[in-house]
């Protein structure tokens, strides 16, 4: 029978360094193969010792991401610190002191508020892809971790339909590249530059990926990323062009997030992102959700082993009881 990698998302770093040990070894009991701790949530705040960003004020008397590698190297457990890249809130040190570079709504001034309310910066700006950039620097330079984690590595957010940032920057440089004379905030689905303005917004969130596998090639470490499911799709929508990551090997494990209770819809989702992430490693990325029975997440694992994946994240750790961590070691062993 095949053996499937099994790795997990770490939403919420415990507030003690016994807990964070205590996380390891509870994973590490289960088999799992990779850790992946977020380390810079929605709201700006760093969950490490950074000398970049704000640091969380819970995490000032110890460093938890310090101690996770450190446990996680003694159990043979990889670690990829993961960072929310471009949603910057209330912790932000960029956008404590440069307010500017904040995402703006059309039509008006207003900055974004995208996934659970929390301000976006950007994605187009250069000043920001340096921050972003400089968190993960220090983590391939200071810590010993296997990799580094992407995610929310896409245009501003998709719960407000289709859209992006209509900042003056925005403006100028689309301008500028194009040749389109309008104003971007205009620009629907069947408008004459419409692919334009999705393959320019596109690009940005290409060239801050790209960087990252210069800077993680120095370091000789692995890129992952959490991507959306729906590819192509999420393209036009969101500007995420995973599938080219893969083929231009920008990118060394691709985890689409594959959130859904129907078997028949992750098993369609699973094939296509085989197809889509040729020339990478893929692991599907699968959640728990709220009163969710535990034969329904047997079924999902099930039905992903029968689409013979080579490895499986679950989301996330906090929501997965002793009973559910069971069923996962049965179907995945």
Known sequence: MQNIKKGIWLHNLPGTEEEVRAVVKRLSAHGFH???PCVKNPDGYLDYHSQV????????????LRVMVEEAAAHAME????LCVFPEGE??????DHPEYAAVMRPGPKTIKGDYGIHWACSSREEVHRYELSLYRELLARYPVTGVHLDYIRNCTRF??????FCPHCREKFHEESGYGGEIADLERGHPYWWQWVRWRTGRIDSFVKE??????SFKKEISAAVFTDYPVCIEEVGQDWGSWGRENLVDLLIPMTYTQSPQVM?????????????TRLWEGIRTFKDMQPENLRTNLETL?????????????????????GIVDDVLR
């Not at 407000?160 to 940032?165: D, F, Q, R, T, Y």
């Not at 990252?212 to 090639?217: I, P, Q, S, T, Y």
């Not at 013979?308 to 989301?315: H, R, S």
């Open 79 to 82: 670690v990829h610190p993961w």
């Open 34 to 36: 990779l850790v992946i």
């Open 160 to 165: 407000a339909g289709v859209e992006s940032c």
């Open 91 to 96: 912790g932000s040190a960029l956008l404590a």
């Open 267 to 279: 098993a369609g989702q699973t094939a296509a992102h085989k197809i889509h992430a040729a020339g």
């Open 53 to 64: 960003g704000r640091i969380r004020p819970s995490f000032q008397a110890f460093d938890p």
């Open 305 to 325: 082993r029968r689409q013979g994946v080579e490895g499986v994240v679950l989301f996330e750790y906090n929501l997965f009881t002793d009973e559910f961590l």
């Open 212 to 217: 990252l596998r210069g800077l993680a090639d």
